[in-house]
């Protein structure tokens, strides 16, 4: 069950979260959370509704700053950094809730994710520089060729916020891709669509790691995919990460189990295990 | 059945709805022309019958809209009559209400007698004679006796009438109320059959009507393909015959024609002889001086709009069957007329506005005569260049013309207007700079700025102290110095910049190419990261200072333009203004950063206000209450005030245009791109990696700095600047501007600004009314055009962006072979 495209590779660590507490008053969201991510890795984060799943991409994203603890990127520190910088280092996300930008067409939604990959300022866009306008038809291409790979092509010109749920979502992670990402953030991908989309999205997600070498950190509930394409499962309980391996691993967790489930695991088969939480999710 | 009733029970409803809008917005151009009428009635009378019919077509194209593919003939003339109804209610209540005024002692009487007394007769059917048995006012009191039967309640008569059968349009008469409803009802119908959605004639439904019967080969084009296209390029060339209508309708001299004058000819006698216009308005409509004023005003606006609608409908589309010296000739046709035109103008009334704005530039009078005529020829010669090199593509012709026309005739048209045209024009422009300037910070990235006129009014002060500063700032050679130092600091690191960035730009060429690699390696090049080797740089260094030493020697040893300084710093002026409001506009950035909505709203509320306090109580710089008096004009003192405006018109109308430029480029780079993310979602914006700090400050640095110009316009064109001149009017004003001309929009804020500023300014009277006008015409507009009058349309790309990616695709060998990219992309930049 586990990815087989291609197992994490080298051992250079992309992201290394280490021990990070994220506190909203009394509630603890986020508790001493540590996570490592290899290169080439499709990782996911797994856990109830409520867990801190979504904070903790937020924490890693620089939404939140977390009260205690390290995130290192690349080799550096990028806790307490604003989340523009975090992007600029190679930090790419998609929301829960797709956020995608209204008043501009699909094109120029994926071109804004380019944003800190030019240098065009309001002085060279006035007097349209040669340098600027190359830089500006460099990014129209890459745009392009970025709705070509999410097969977007024809409406580049739309609403973004006027096509199709499964596309939005296709064109929420171009627009992240456009900043040449090193790491992408996934937050449910496949919310809300059915199996046959799920599938497509499935697809897709590998097509990224595989075609564009990216590593990619995913929150999703639909287990079916992700025991299908991770490599690499973290699963997180009232902010605490309960438990972490291979799919397989994860789902012979008693821990895992019992945080989904809330009973004890021996009357349980594997499967099953997977369909409970799948219903829970939803 | 029932169902069938209650559809068409919501038919009804919708028609008494829009025609409850409708009569609102009749009163509200009632109370617009209320004050003036008092006193400019006779001019008014004639509107107000076609206003109504206007809106009244304006209500049925909406009803269509709303109607969609649901409409039938019942229930359009259900509708149309539930709205005639509403629309002579709410008209007959505010009657009712107009009455009350009266009898409180509003001297409203003599208005409405003119304007609105026929209306009134005609929706209410009750004859003119009985709406007016008022007795006279009491000459002390200015009340009527406390005994005197009031005049009667048109509402109460019409319900009573009887025989209510005096509608009269002139060629037909039908029953008051209720004939009303029944003829406005037809016109609604009529319209409706008309239209279908927004444009004129339904081509889809007639097409078919017509290939069904009478289809030919011959009528099948006609219809298909050259009548659209006809309608398209009567489009595209209606600034330009509206133009010639304007032209027709202003006296000039026509007795000498210029040729003779140029050539000397002529002698002054013989000039002053009669003026007269081709198309006499006066004499053949009958129409006052003052009307015949604001026809060619309103005619200036439209032509204004003709052309930023013309923009709209521009296609790219080959017409290869004409050949390259055609299209060439075609536009050029109507730049060169134009400048004919504008000679003849010129020379034929002895417009002498460009001398002494050149002779202020240290010119004599010869020279400056000559500089105006190079200028006129510059402006064409350019032009000339612009349309060669960008016809060779046969795709360009629409934009060419349209560009090649327009522009010469906004250049032109302030040369046909009066002093009192040119001085409306004058405030449209400098508003359309200043709501340039709301726009990018409230339409582009969405922040609402209430204190707009804190830099509108830092720009007006800064041109008033330095103007009145004349003397000082101006003194002699050491002004030169100061001039040829500034000149040589502006130029030195400019030189370097740009040659080191074409540099870049041959050097990096494949920059473009790598970056479609698509994968995560790209690259741009960067002005500060990719240095041109040494001794580049040192050459560039060598050559700029050369350039600088150059300049400051020009200025000082030879002493050429010495009279810049002396005769007037209006440049100097300009440059400050705006620079100082810039910087206002960059230090009210830092505290509004962390505030949203209508938090921010209320700081740059406060902002504004701290301004104009300020001015009232800094009285050492700005003169305080009383204001900065006397301010002079940016030209030499025997300089006449007509000339001024004139000069000023120009400044503006270039200033406008070149805000409007500089907008439309920052929309369509990184940074509007930036803002309008920021506009949608902050937080997602700033997650996608945009610096919120740097686009917020830059976005009111940006905007402040054009109010500076606007400012800087303003306090050239009034004489006399006070606090009052800087209220939080302004600002509200700008917001207006830019809400109703679309939030974002560019060509909106010209049409906002039009909207808004220039047909009030024709009513000078009715200040009081404005903010109703706003008001009611806010109300309208969110009901009607929720996006504004001209709104934005989304930035279409994909076609351009398909060119540019098989253009790479085609040949991978494309770093190899800079050359050919390189035209093609020229060719592409050119669109």
């Known amino acids: ?282 | 059945m029932i169902q069938r009733l209650l559809r068409l029970h919501s038919f009804v409803k919708d028609g008494l709805n829009n025609g409850f809008i409708n009569g609102f917005l009749i009163v509200m151009i009632i109370l617009i022309g209320l004050p003036a009428g008092l006193e400019r009635r006779e001019e008014l009378a004639p509107f107000a019958i076609p206003i109504f019919i206007l809106l009244t077509l304006v209500f049925a194209v909406v009803t269509v809209r709303q109607f969609g593919s649901r409409a039938t003939w019942g229930r359009l003339i259900a509708n149309g009559v539930a709205m005639a109804i509403g629309t002579a209610i709410v008209f007959l209540l505010f009657m009712s209400l107009i009455n009350r005024w009266q009898a409180r002692g509003f001297e409203v009487q003599d208005y409405f007698a003119e304007v609105t007394l026929g209306t009134t007769s005609r929706l209410s059917g009750v004859p003119e004679s009985e709406l007016f048995p008022n007795p006279e006012v009491e000459p002390i009191s200015q009340e009527y006796p406390e005994d005197a039967e009031l005049r009667t309640d048109p509402m109460i008569l019409a319900i009573n009438n009887d025989d209510i059968v005096v509608f009269d349009l002139g060629f037909i008469k039908v029953g008051g109320l209720f004939g009303t409803a029944l003829v406005l009802g037809v016109i609604a119908v009529v319209v409706v059959a008309g239209y279908r959605g927004w444009t004129l004639i339904d081509w889809q439904a007639a097409q078919a009507w017509f290939n069904q019967r009478y289809a030919t080969a011959g009528s099948k084009r006609l219809l298909n393909s050259q009548l659209p296209m006809a309608v398209h390029w009567l489009r595209l060339i209606m600034p330009a015959l509206l133009f010639l209508l304007l032209w027709s309708t202003i006296s000039m001299n026509f007795d000498t024609p210029f040729w003779e004058d140029v050539l000397g000819e002529s002698t002054i006698e013989e000039m002053d002889g009669g003026r007269s216009s081709i198309l006499d308005l006066g004499e053949q409509f009958n129409m006052s001086p003052r009307a015949i004023q604001n026809f060619q005003l309103i005619m200036v606006f439209t032509i204004v709009v003709s052309f930023l609608l013309a923009g709209r409908s521009l296609r790219q589309r080959e017409y290869a069957a004409l050949p390259y010296l055609g299209r060439v000739v075609l536009a050029l046709l109507f730049p060169l007329a134009l400048l004919a035109l504008a000679v003849w103008r010129i020379e034929s009334d002895e417009i002498t506005f460009i001398s002494p704005t050149l002779s202020f530039a240290g010119l004599d009078e010869l020279e400056a005569v000559t500089a105006s005529l190079l200028v006129g020829y510059g402006v064409v010669i350019i032009i000339a260049i612009y349309v060669l090199l960008s016809l060779r593509d046969s795709e360009n012709l629409e934009a060419t013309l349209l560009f090649a026309s327009g522009i010469p005739i906004l250049l032109t048209m302030p040369l046909f207007l009066d002093q009192y045209q040119t001085s409306v024009v004058n405030l449209v422009a400098i508003y359309t700079i200043l709501g340039m300037g709301l726009n990018i910070v409230v339409g582009y990235a969405g922040l609402l700025d209430l204190g707009h006129v804190a830099f509108f009014a830092v720009g007006a002060y800064v041109y008033a102290f330095i103007e009145s500063n004349r003397q000082h700032i101006s003194a002699g050679h050491a002004n030169d110095v100061l001039f040829g130092l500034i000149t040589a600091a502006i130029l030195a690191p400019l030189v370097i910049v740009t040659a080191t960035l074409y540099w870049q730009q041959y050097h990096n060429r494949q920059a473009i190419d790598r970056a479609s690699d698509g994968g995560t390696e790209y690259r741009m090049a960067r002005l500060w990261r990719d240095q041109p080797p040494p001794l580049v740089t040192l050459g560039l260094l060598v050559l700029a200072i050369g350039v600088a030493l150059g300049g400051w020697y020009l200025f000082e040893q030879v002493g050429l333009f010495s009279g810049v300084g002396r005769a007037s710093p209006f440049l100097l002026a300009l440059v400050l203004g705006l620079i100082s409001a810039g910087f206002a506009g960059f230090l009210l950035g830092f505290p509004v950063l962390r505030l949203r909505g209508d938090y921010l709203a209320i700081v740059t509320l406060g902002f504004g206000e701290i301004i104009s306090i300020s001015l009232e109580n800094l009285e050492n710089l700005t003169g305080g209450p009383f204001g900065a008096q006397n301010v002079p004009k940016p030209l030499p003192s025997d300089a006449t005030i007509a000339e001024a405006n004139l000069t000023i018109l120009y400044l503006a109308t270039i200033g406008a245009m070149a805000v409007a430029f500089l907008a439309l480029r920052l929309r369509h780079a990184r940074q509007g791109r930036a803002w309008t993310a920021l506009r949608s979602d902050e937080d997602i914006a700033q997650a996608m990696g945009i610096n919120l700090v740097n686009a917020k400050l830059t976005a009111f640095t940006i905007s402040a700095a054009f109010a500076g110009i606007a400012g800087v316009l303003f306090a050239a064109r009034q004489s006399n600047l006070f606090p009052t001149n800087f209220s939080l009017n302004i600002s509200i004003n700008v917001l207006a501007i830019v809400i109703i001309g679309g939030m974002g929009s560019v060509p909106g804020v010209v049409v906002g600004s039009i909207a808004l500023v220039g047909l009030p300014e024709m009513l000078r009277a009715i200040k009081d009314y404005r903010i109703m006008a706003f008001g009611g015409l806010l109300v309208a507009m969110m009901l009607v055009r929720p996006g504004g009058l001209l709104p934005t349309p989304l930035v279409s790309l994909e076609e351009r962006a398909r060119q540019l990616h098989s253009r790479l695709g085609k040949s991978p060998p494309a770093q190899e072979n800079p050359a050919a990219s390189d035209e093609d992309k020229e060719r592409a930049d050119d669109r």
Request: aromatic share 6%; hydrophobic share 40%; glycine share 10%.
């Open chain 1, 1 to 282: 069950m586990t990815g087989n495209a291609s197992q994490p590779n080298n051992g250079d660590v992309v992201l290394d979260v280490q021990g990070i507490t994220k506190r909203f008053g009394g509630l603890v969201a986020v508790s001493e959370a540590s996570l490592t991510i290899y290169r080439g890795m499709i990782a996911s984060l797994i856990g109830p509704n409520g867990a801190g799943k979504t904070t903790f991409f937020n924490c890693v994203t620089g939404f939140y700053t977390p009260d205690r603890g390290l995130i290192h990127f690349m080799g550096s520190n990028i806790a307490g950094l604003r989340p523009d910088q975090i992007n600029a280092r190679g930090i790419a996300r998609t929301y829960q809730n797709i956020h995608l930008f209204h008043n501009m067409s699909t094109l120029e939604n994926i071109m804004v994710g380019a944003h800190t990959r030019l240098s065009a300022g309001p002085t060279g866009a006035s007097i349209r520089h040669p340098l600027n306008r190359e830089e500006e038809e460099a990014t129209l291409i890459k745009a392009y060729e970025l709705l070509e790979f999410i097969d977007l092509t024809g409406m580049g010109d739309l609403d973004a916020t006027n096509l199709s749920y499964g596309a939005q979502r296709r064109l929420e992670i171009a627009r992240a891709l456009a900043s040449d990402p090193l790491l992408l953030l996934l937050d449910e991908p496949t919310a809300g669509m059915n199996p046959h989309e799920t599938e497509e999205m499935m697809r897709f997600i590998r097509r990224l790691r595989d075609e564009r070498g990216l590593t990619i950190f995913l929150i999703e509930h639909d287990m079916g995919l992700v025991m299908n394409i991770s490599d690499q499962v973290s699963v997180l309980d009232y902010g605490r990460k309960i438990a972490e391996g291979t799919p397989e691993e994860v789902q012979r967790n008693p821990l895992v189990i019992e945080a989904y489930l809330g009973r004890p695991p021996e009357e349980l088969e594997e499967d099953e295990v997977a369909t409970a939480a799948e219903e829970d999710a939803s």
